[in-house]
């Protein structure tokens, strides 16, 4: 598989991000990664788009190779660090793909850099209230839809949404890692040699429960949730946005790509991909490519 030479970039808080940028001399295009990820796992794509965009791929901060100095307590701490490498970088205008997590970072940076932010895609992204989390019954393992969780004690004390994860990362569990980051896809599993790749990425992650909490609290609608009020933020991204959703999304249900149609009204576009699941754009490559190609060039 192909790889890309790494650059670092220090912010004003003294942290490090690592980056690959492809060339600079096409239409630019940032790409975020989300949870459990890296830039990494964005090889597939990078691979099969750098001849026609000039692609930004970073490690957030407390991913992959970035620093992690100073947890995080919410999305936006992760759009002013991708911020300030633009910035760096002096991309004027460019269009972002968010992916998942990285969905939730890309909204919080059209808001903060709307004249910048040409085009937004939400690629199975959190949606645009975050992610709701719940007490679980132990015995039946479903959630109990009337205790939400609202607070970060309650995100790092959840035996479903955390220690799992956790548990296979400090014990090196390749086997059912892999299992897991199979389950993303629902008709086009990665290859055994991508799958090293992005376990390996995953491996390097420090900040899951901050970045859970981070997810739970997101909110950008006018409109409180039982763990957040909302920032109304969705008002300050100017640019258009194509919302692209898997039918089969376990992770992040398709209803929230719904819902976060609803707030953004005529501003966005839903697409919904059959038979794709959390990672939809390997998982329908063919479709994903020509609706997302399509958005960014009209």
């Known amino acids: 598989m192909k790889t890309y030479e790494r650059s670092q970039f220090k912010t004003e808080n003294n942290e490090t991000i690592s980056y690959f940028l492809t060339s600079d001399d096409k239409p630019k295009l940032l790409l975020i990664h989300g949870n459990n990820s890296g830039a990494n796992h964005w090889l597939d794509v990078v691979d099969k788009l750098e001849d026609k965009y000039s692609l930004l791929v970073p490690d957030l901060r407390g991913y992959g190779e970035s620093s992690y100095l100073t ?29 998942s997590l990285g969905g939730g970072v890309a909204m919080e940076l059209a808001a903060i850099m709307p004249t910048e932010v040409e085009k937004l895609v939400l690629n199975a992204s959190v949606g645009v209230q975050g992610f709701p989390m719940y007490e679980f019954d132990m015995e039946t393992f479903q959630p109990i839809l009337d205790k939400p969780l609202t607070t970060y004690e309650q995100v790092e004390n959840n035996p479903i949404y955390v220690l799992p994860m956790e548990t296979m990362k400090i014990n090196n569990d390749r086997e059912n890692l892999a299992k897991s980051l199979h389950g993303l896809t629902a008709s086009t599993p990665v290859s055994d040699e991508f799958m090293d790749v992005i376990i390996d990425t995953l491996l390097q992650q420090r900040n899951l429960v901050d970045a859970d909490y981070a997810l739970l609290t997101f909110n950008v609608t006018n409109q409180e949730t039982p763990a957040a009020v909302g920032s109304n933020k969705i008002e300050q991204i100017k640019s258009e946005v194509l919302i692209v959703h898997g039918d089969k999304d376990v992770v992040v249900l398709p209803v929230m790509a ?31 490519h020509q609706v997302v190609t399509d958005f960014l060039e009209k």
Do not use: T
């Open 71 to 99: 947890p995080i307590r919410s999305l936006v701490e992760l759009a002013q660090d991708v911020k300030e490498l633009l910035n760096f970088l002096e991309w004027r205008k460019f269009s972002v793909i968010g992916w």
């Open 258 to 288: 719904q819902i976060s149609k609803q707030f953004f009204g005529d501003k966005a576009e839903l697409v919904v991909l059959e038979n794709a699941g959390h990672a939809v754009h390997s998982d329908q490559w063919q479709q994903w």
